[in-house]
């Protein structure tokens, strides 16, 4: 098999693998109340089942870091995947109270592993194209979060068990992606070669891409949580239209990561990351001051395109900061997403609480703004993946990324 057909299939590969994670997360995240009521769990208690999922993702992420050491990311990747998509069908499957805990928490920690691995061949597949090619992974994940979300509604709308919602999605994904796996790749080196050590100083160089990654997940997390009720609450809309924002919200995700990665390689990922910073945080401020529903989901489409550039590129630019150590470098970053997931709702809820909620939000657009501080960290020199440095670049990756657009 030639380097070009094996880059081609493992790119392939991993986008089906984001997007069956955006297929499965979106088929818990949307059925939690569901899920509280098939187990009976109280409104004190759902927090702490919440909680534990990113907490426990957490964990798994920096023992993935461990891992990695001893076997490629791939090899942990096609193990997490069935493993998260077994966990999903147990959610649905239990009875008891405690069941439903067991398998959330199976969920936890091989999500951990999962976000870690496909992360880690994301960045080893862009640094062997020489191009970028993250957004368009995340991309994918948009694509399967949406169509998820799709087959969640449907099983709402047809009275269906929780079981049987999910019995026909992990049918079809578990075996395609078990499948897809044997072409996992990290690049020329197949993903298997054993990285340099951490360097010096690596975590003080580090900690800007964190707090970027954690603020963009306070703001992810925001729109997830709250926009309905934001939309509902506070500005007056019917129930049935406070439901838009949040898909209005993914679907401009998913448009922004399509063509997002054209834009990092004609202005660079710094000019990117730039401008979804400040499209965010306008997005946050059309949001906090909307007379009205409509101009209220006007601010949700903003949010939609500014944020989704952020995430990917954040892992991207770990990678070209630390070309010798990038797994440790994903797997530490890749922490800050759980962080930021536990930190945005409580915090917005809060302080829409003691305060109001047109005040709360004006938190994570100062939060989304701490990225502009930051944004040359998205700017390695000499790793741009721009078109100057692929017109500069003479190695066989450079087709081979060109070679590659139809996957």
């Given amino acids: 098999m030639t380097v070009d057909v094996r880059l ?9 693998s984001f997007f069956v994670q955006g297929v499965t997360f ?46 490629a990311p791939g090899v942990v990747l096609r193990w997490a995947q069935p493993v998260v998509l077994l966990a ?28 870690a691995s496909m992360n880690m061949l994301g960045v080893s597949l862009q640094r062997a194209y020489r191009r970028s090619i993250m957004l368009g992974f995340h991309a994918s994940y948009s694509l399967g979060g949406i169509l998820g979300a799709s087959a969640a509604w449907a099983g709402a709308h047809w009275h269906l068990s929780l079981f049987s919602g999910y019995l026909p999605a992990v ?15 990290g690049g020329a080196d197949g993903g298997g070669k054993a990285e340099q050590g951490w360097p010096a100083g690596g975590g003080k160089l580090l900690l800007p891409l964190c707090l970027v990654m954690a603020c963009a997940y306070i703001g992810d997390s925001t729109v997830a949580n709250w926009s309905a009720k934001y939309l509902q609450d506070v500005l007056g809309s019917s129930e049935q239209l406070a439901t838009v924002p949040y898909n209005v919200y993914m679907v401009t995700t998913l448009a922004g ?20 910073t400040v499209v965010a945080a306008a997005g946050f401020g059309v949001v906090a001051v909307a007379p009205g529903a409509w101009v ?88 741009r993946y721009g078109v100057g440095h692929e017109r500069r670049a003479g190695d066989r990756a450079v087709d081979v990324g060109r070679g590659g657009n139809g996957v």
Wanted: with cysteine; charged share 10%.
């Fill in 88 to 115: 999903l069908l147990g959610v649905g499957a239990g009875s008891g109270m405690w069941q439903v805990a067991a398998a959330l928490g199976v969920f936890g920690l091989a999500v951990g592993a999962l976000d």
């Fill in 171 to 185: 049918a079809v994904l578990l075996p395609l992606a078990f499948a897809g796996s044997r072409f996992y790749t």
């Fill in 8 to 16: 081609r299939r493992g790119r392939g590969a991993l986008g089906f």
């Fill in 296 to 383: 209220g989901m006007l601010g949700f489409t903003l949010l939609g395109i500014g944020l989704c550039v952020i995430v990917p590129q954040t892992f991207a630019a770990a990678g070209r900061l630390f070309p010798g150590a990038s797994d440790t470098a994903v797997a530490r970053l890749n922490i800050f997403n759980y962080v930021g997931f536990l930190i945005g709702s409580p915090l917005v809820g809060g302080i829409g609480d003691a305060w109001n909620y047109r005040g709360a939000m004006a938190v994570p657009m100062v939060l989304v703004l701490v990225t502009l501080f930051h944004a040359r960290s998205f700017g390695a020199d000499g790793a």
């Fill in 26 to 71: 979106a088929l818990l995240v949307t059925r939690i109340p569901a899920i509280q009521d098939r187990y009976g769990i109280s409104d004190g208690l759902l927090p702490v089942f919440l909680a534990a999922v990113p907490v426990l993702a957490g964990v798994s992420s920096v023992a993935t870091e461990h891992l990695v050491k001893r076997v």
């Fill in 257 to 276: 990561r399509a063509v997002g990665d054209l834009g990092v390689r004609r202005f660079g990922a710094v000019a990117v990351v730039r401008a979804g």
